[in-house]
């Protein structure tokens, strides 16, 4: 005995050298306990009002299941009506069900040229008789005489011939078993005769199924080799008498929806575990806790408050649905289009809109969350308290398999009327195919239920309230005004309703999607009225810092990152790295003193080999001494200039594929959106010049490079034609003298601190570039000469071949401008879609949110998307809308002629655009004066006057509109196709007032409708609406009345001859 103790103690002392499990750190019970030291109010105290009580019976730990207690749910009763006498009854076990006549409605198909269920009486068919007992049927009958003359006469040879056979006529004693022989049954025949049930005849019914599966197997044969689908060949054959059909009279009054499964203000909460319940409670301020999350709807605006303590389960459930309701449009939203997410570090805007909807002002905190655990009891004990039941001729009879639990898809049949009752929520559920009085019933009984006395007494929880303590609690009392009392049918449910059933199948998921090739040429086709985007979000929205995101680890600009979730600072040091040209060819490593210098029209591989060490913060905010370096990673960049061509791409693509032997991760990078960890490799020495690497022919000994970026390390050189026109006030040039080994480094005169700094960076690493390169003297020092805008020398002008006269003429200076420049132009992407109109800001690829970024947009933004295109460009002291072409030929080459209905929809879109820029503008000039009131410490806003917008054309831009980009080639092709149009003038503005006012315009004259081209905003289509009802009369001959009483090739005829079509 001592042995075996020896043995089981041995055994067990294992479990004393494993360390404790630290899953609980990660827990929703240890998050508020690290929130606060205090105690958390318990559930079975009921100290709080707004806390879920949990009964004595739940002594089970956090996270322990809680199915192991039993459940107590309300007592199955049928609930009858008061007016038709009321049995209730106590059902243990299943109810009795009396039996439904089904019912089909009636539906056309190929094949039911007659009724299904209709039965044709035949003739009546007599049954054959069983055979008599003497079976005098079948034997043939013997007489006695005949017998008689039969006489038998024996010889002596017949007696010879038995003494022949007689041994074997001997008799051999056997053993032999005898069997019982078992007693006789009835002779069945005569049974069969006894029976009197047996009719001797019946009457022949013919249901014709024969004919009828003949047929659709017929039908069905023919939809295979047929283009239409079968139910478009059960309408051609169906045979219903449509003009008998009776239909309702159309009122224009507004539809108020009877017993609608949604009201105009709601509040869901998202509570559980497991399976989180979306409940309806009291939209007011004190239903929210920090414990949990909510959704908020109104007609306009969709708000998820998030709670702080709200489990991953509840946070995931709540975002779901609201973006569902968003997308379908659902629980009576009409104008929403985006989920407003609220919680404690949210602006004071969205908590006031969010506060004031239920009472409560932008200072107003939610309660204080329960206890940890009680998540999975309140989720444990709404669905305990779920009651469901069926309609039955004139009751509801209890649904056993659903009755206090979560309701199962299955239990919704299409020939049933279901009565749901959820608390607070009262749903009367019909199936498709359900019978009209099964409905009429249900409804009246589901109103008569919802009015009577509820009583949860029973149950753990009062569903109605179920945050209130059990203490506290009315567990008997009437239905809130705030609650749903709603009718539902098959396929047309509610999200809320939905979110009660444990296995909802997701039909989006489950159909089967065609993918069609999204058309890049194709204009989307907007609606006739578009709604003008939110100024206001475009105006309050702001770009974040760019971060490279590589093996699921945050690089930032390529330096460090600070991750404000974990609080870590992760700092970036590169090891090394390689630069390849590539070609079609095949590759060559370029040399390490070279390899800062690319050009446009190649394509090159980047191997960066880099380090990601990870460090902490100390409590006065430095950082900390412990470091954790991690290991060497490697990343492949392939760059693709302007300039390359097609096979180039493709070349630097599958050669990045062969060099990655470490198999790291690959980012394209295009000519002029190099991420800042790509510039920052080369530590403000990138130089990109013109042409190719392999280009033989002299190079102009004086070159112009356009300088780039907003930080030291990430400066870069953009070479550029040798023009004044590339001169910009806002900016840095470097004009290079190869022959005399000077670098002229040109500042605007607004050019601001930090530009002139990497502009001088980079011409510190550029004078120290190779002559095999830049084409330096030999033996000669490079010279940094800095030049001013307006104090320029005399040798900078030669060396850029014009003087400074004729250069003001092809650049906008802002030398004289006495206004500031130190903001960021913003410009905007206006494009329809099929249901709205958006607005897509457009960023720099290095921008900085630290500085302002003079010139961070490209031309090639603007021309590079399908046209025609709109744009809002955002330039400080004046705003434009740009306007694109019509192309004069198609993606494939040919001719291309705009429709009529393409040019009225992309009128809609520029209507829209220019209601968009001046509320913009609006908006920017309060904004601008309440900052100015906030610098000058005043309380009363400053009057800020409103920029007044412009509008400009793509080949026509002004001076002032090209200055804000940082390279701007005219396109002579583009200037081409609008003087064909002679609609506008090179160098043009027009106001965006009066260019509304164009496209608003409801009267033109018959002269004004018959000139090419036609007036802005005119539909070509209908030009015969914008006639007066004098010029109508004389240009056609007849009134309006008469005129559209017409057929519409009639109609046409008359515009042609008109020349109104």
């Not at 509820?454 to 753990?460: K, L, Q």
């Not at 539902?488 to 998921?509: C, G």
């Not at 081209?1013 to 030009?1023: F, K, Q, Y």
């Amino acid at each position: 005995m001592e042995r075996m103790s020896a043995l089981e103690t041995s055994s067990q002392q294992w479990r004393g050298r494993v360390t404790q499990s630290d899953a609980a750190k990660f827990t929703v019970a240890h998050k508020i306990a690290s929130q606060s030291a205090s105690n958390v109010p318990s559930l079975l105290s009921g100290g709080s009002p707004h806390v879920t009580v949990t009964p004595d019976l739940l002594s089970t730990p956090t996270g322990s299941p809680l199915a192991e207690r039993k459940k107590r749910s309300p007592c199955q009763k049928i609930f009858k009506s008061k007016t038709g006498g009321n049995i209730p009854s106590i059902l243990n076990k299943s109810s009795p069900v009396t039996s439904r006549k089904d019912f089909r409605r009636s539906f056309s198909s190929p094949n039911d040229n007659e009724k299904n269920d209709v039965a044709i009486e035949g003739t009546s068919v007599s049954v054959p008789q069983a055979d008599d007992e003497t079976f005098d049927a079948f034997f043939t009958r013997t007489t006695i005489e005949s017998v008689q003359d039969e006489t038998l006469t024996l010889g002596e040879e017949d007696l010879d011939h038995i003494s022949e056979t007689a041994s074997q006529l001997v008799i051999k004693r056997r053993s032999v078993r005898v069997n019982r022989r078992q007693g006789t049954t009835r002779n069945p025949l005569r049974a069969l005769a006894a029976r009197e049930d047996i009719k001797a005849e019946y009457t022949e019914v013919k249901m014709g199924v024969g004919e009828r599966e003949l047929r659709r197997m017929k039908v069905e044969e023919l939809s295979k080799a047929s283009p239409m689908a079968v139910e478009a060949l059960a309408g051609l054959a169906s045979k219903e008498n449509f003009s008998a059909v009776a239909l309702k009279k159309v009122e224009n009054n507004p539809i108020v929806r009877e017993m609608a499964p949604y009201s105009s203000l709601m509040l869901l909460q998202v509570k559980g575990r497991r399976h989180a319940q979306t409940r309806l409670v009291q939209p007011i301020k004190s239903s929210i806790n920090q414990g949990d999350d909510f959704i908020l709807i109104t007609p306009t605006d969709v708000f998820h408050y998030k709670g702080e303590f709200a489990n991953v389960i509840e946070r995931a459930k709540a975002a779901e649905i609201g973006q569902y309701i968003l997308q379908q449009k659902d629980m009576g939203i009409n104008t929403a289009k985006n989920l407003i997410e609220v919680d404690e570090n949210s602006s004071s805007e969205r908590k006031k809109r969010f506060w004031s909807l239920l009472g409560g002002e932008s200072s107003t905190v939610a309660n204080a969350s329960g206890a940890a655990d009680e998540d999975g009891y309140v989720e444990a004990s709404l669905v305990a308290a779920n009651k469901i039941y069926e309609v039955q001729e004139d009751s509801l009879l209890p649904v056993p398999e659903a009755w206090g639990q979560m309701p199962k898809y299955e239990i919704l049949n299409s020939d049933k009327v279901l009565v749901f009752d959820f608390g607070a929520e009262l749903y009367v559920w019909a199936g498709k195919r359900a019978c009209g009085d099964e409905r009429k019933v249900g409804l009246a009984l589901a109103r008569e239920l919802w009015e009577e006395t509820y009583d949860y007494s029973d149950c753990d929880i009062n569903p109605i309230m179920p945050m209130t303590p059990l203490s506290q609690a009315e567990l008997k009392g009437s239905r809130p005004e705030w609650g749903l009392c709603a009718k539902l049918t098959e396929n047309v449910e509610t999200i809320l309703f939905k979110e009660k059933f444990i296995d909802w199948p997701d039909t989006a998921q489950q159909s089967r999607i065609k993918e069609v090739k999204k058309d890049l040429n194709r204009y989307v086709p907007p609606v006739s009225e578009l709604q003008p985007c939110d100024a206001s979000v475009m105006l309050e929205t702001l770009p974040l810092e760019p971060d490279l995101v590589l093996e699921m680890s945050h690089l930032g600009r390529g330096v460090e990152y600070y991750d404000e979730e974990e609080r870590r600072l992760l700092s970036i040091s590169t090891n090394d790295y390689k630069v390849w040209h590539v070609s079609e060819y095949g590759k060559v490593l370029v040399e390490a003193d070279v390899n800062n210098h690319l050009f446009a029209g190649d394509t090159y591989v980047v191997r960066w080999y880099y380090l990601v060490t990870a460090t902490g913060r100390t409590l006065k905010g430095e950082p900390s001494k412990h470091n954790v370096t991690g290991r060497s990673r490697v990343a492949y960049f392939f760059w693709q200039g302007r300039g390359s061509s097609v096979s180039d791409k493709g070349a630097s693509a599958l050669m990045t594929v062969e060099l990655d032997e470490e198999r790291g991760p690959h980012i394209r990078v295009s000519m002029g959106t190099e991420p800042p960890a790509f510039l920052n490799l080369f530590k403000g020495g990138l130089v990109i010049h013109m042409g190719h690497h392999e280009d033989t022919s002299e190079k102009n000994s004086c070159r112009l490079y356009v300088v780039r970026g907003e930080v030291e390390n990430e400066g870069h050189l953009v070479e550029v034609d040798l023009d004044a026109m590339h001169l910009r006030s806002r900016g840095c040039l470097m004009l290079v003298n190869s022959i005399s080994s000077t670098i002229h480094l040109w500042h605007g005169a607004k050019a601001l601190r930090h530009t002139r700094k990497v502009g001088s960076t980079v011409a510190q690493r550029l004078s120290q570039a190779p002559e095999s390169v830049m084409g330096w003297k030999a033996g000669s020092s490079v010279k940094i000469k800095e030049q001013f805008e307006g104090a320029e020398s005399r040798d900078f002008w030669e060396d850029l071949g014009t003087s400074a006269r004729n250069a003001k003429n092809k650049y906008f200076s802002l030398l004289e401008d006495e206004h500031t420049y130190d903001w960021t132009p913003r410009v905007w992407h206006l494009a329809a879609t099929p249901d709205s109109f958006q607005a897509t800001e457009l960023i720099s690829s290095y921008r900085s949110t630290s500085v302002p970024n003079p010139l961070p947009i490209l031309q090639q933004d603007l021309y590079s998307v399908p046209q025609p295109a709109l744009f809002i460009v955002d330039g400080g002291h004046r705003v434009w809308v740009w306007q694109g072409w019509w192309p004069a030929e198609s993606s494939e080459g040919e001719d291309f002629s705009a429709t009529g209905s393409a040019v009225l929809r992309f009128n809609f879109a520029r209507r829209a655009a220019l209601e968009t820029v001046l509320e913009y503008c609006k908006l920017k000039a309060k904004a601008q004066a309440k900052i100015l009131a906030a610098k000058n410490y005043k309380k009363v806003e400053v009057d800020v006057d409103v920029v007044e917008p412009y509008l400009v054309v793509g080949g026509m831009e002004p001076l002032e509109f090209t200055s804000l980009f940082p390279v701007w080639m005219p396109r002579e092709d583009v200037t081409t196709i609008q003087e064909k149009e002679c609609r506008w003038k090179p160098g043009g503005q027009y106001l965006v007032s009066d260019i509304l006012a164009q496209l608003s315009r409801t009267c033109y004259s018959i002269a004004e409708l018959t000139a090419r081209p036609l007036p802005d905003g005119a539909d070509p289509l209908h030009l015969e609406v914008y006639l007066s009802e004098e010029e109508f009369s004389k240009a056609l001959g007849m009134t309006r009345d008469e005129f559209y009483s017409l057929q519409t090739w009639k109609q046409t005829e008359i515009k042609k001859k008109a020349n109104l079509f």
